[in-house]
């Protein structure tokens, strides 16, 4: 065979090795890339979907436990102003109102949903404040009629919870509303007696139930009644119906200046804090 021959034989060949080699397929790289890049779009297609159900989950979950908080506060209201035997309690605390409350219908649902293995539908009434003529307070006045501000709290599934407040009062009461005590009208700073003369002093307090009042010799620490100033002939009088009385004997001496101190309480809003005073300085010439 003619060398001719054989490189015309060579060439007639080539196009077929190109063919076998475009039908080998793809290499061993190139398939574990698509892999990993089909890995990557089906996780961030999964975490998307999965995120999509919980949002939705927990959207469901506090539509529900609105619904529910709105039914407590309707249904406490209810019972505890309008019912036959209202559950209106002075000071009450969380354990003092037990509103009854039928969850059947919520936690039915869950059944409905295949979902009777996570936790059911539950509220409860966890804060009581009192109101005190200004604003709602932690503390109570024995006795108080005045409103009542309840928070709840309401849990469901799969961990979520909400809570709202609504107010409360006492409809069948119809006694008087305590109110703080008040020294009105303002007690001048300073009187002026003449010796040999009577002269009484007025001093009124305002508030519901009527204030006590305590007179005091030396302010500011208030520790010293003023029965010990019963020799200067200046002594304290309380009329009992929150309002007192200074008054100058006409043998009182001379003096520049003797002060007293009245102080108000009637227990309203916080028994353990002291009522307004005023200080008087008396003078007599």
């Given amino acids: ?62 539509a529900s436990l609105q619904a529910l908080l709105g039914t407590y506060a309707g249904t406490a209201t209810s019972q505890i102003e309008f019912s036959t035997k209202p559950l209106y309690t ?12 039928n ?20 509220v409860e009434l966890t804060k009581i404040q009192y109101w005190n003529g200004t604003s709602y307070s932690n503390s109570c006045q024995k006795g108080s009629q005045l409103p009542q501000l309840i928070t709840v709290l309401a849990v469901g599934p799969h961990h979520a919870k909400a809570s709202s407040v609504f ?18 009208p303002a007690a001048p700073a300073s009187v002026t007696a003449t010796k040999g003369q009577l002269k009484i002093i007025s001093i009124p307090f305002t508030g519901t139930p009527a ?51 009245i102080r108000g309480t009637n227990g309203y809003p916080d028994p353990t804090v002291p009522g307004p005073s005023v200080t008087v300085k008396v003078v007599v010439q």
């Fill in 1 to 62: 065979m003619t060398s001719s021959n054989l490189s015309v034989r060579q060439g007639a060949r080539r196009p077929k090795r190109g063919r076998l080699s475009r039908d080998a397929g793809d290499t061993l790289i190139e398939v574990l890339l698509a892999l990993v890049v089909f890995g990557i779009a089906t996780t961030a297609l999964f975490s998307a979907l999965t995120a999509s159900v919980q949002s939705s989950v927990t959207h469901r979950s506090q």
């Fill in 90 to 101: 002075s000071c009450a605390t969380p354990q003092t109102y037990r509103v009854r409350l």
């Fill in 103 to 122: 969850l059947t219908e919520y936690n039915r649902q869950l059944a409905v949903l295949n979902a009777a293995s996570v936790d059911p539908y539950i």
């Fill in 167 to 184: 107010s409360v009062q006492n409809l069948v009461y119809n006694g008087p509303v305590p109110v703080a005590v008040a020294q009105t």
């Fill in 211 to 261: 204030p006590v009042l305590t007179c005091f010799d030396d302010p500011p620490t208030n520790s010293v009644p003023c029965s010990s100033k019963n020799d200067d002939r200046i002594s304290f009088v309380d009329n009992g119906k929150g309002t007192g009385f200074l008054v100058v004997s006409s043998l009182a001496t001379a003096n520049p200046g003797v002060s007293f101190t």
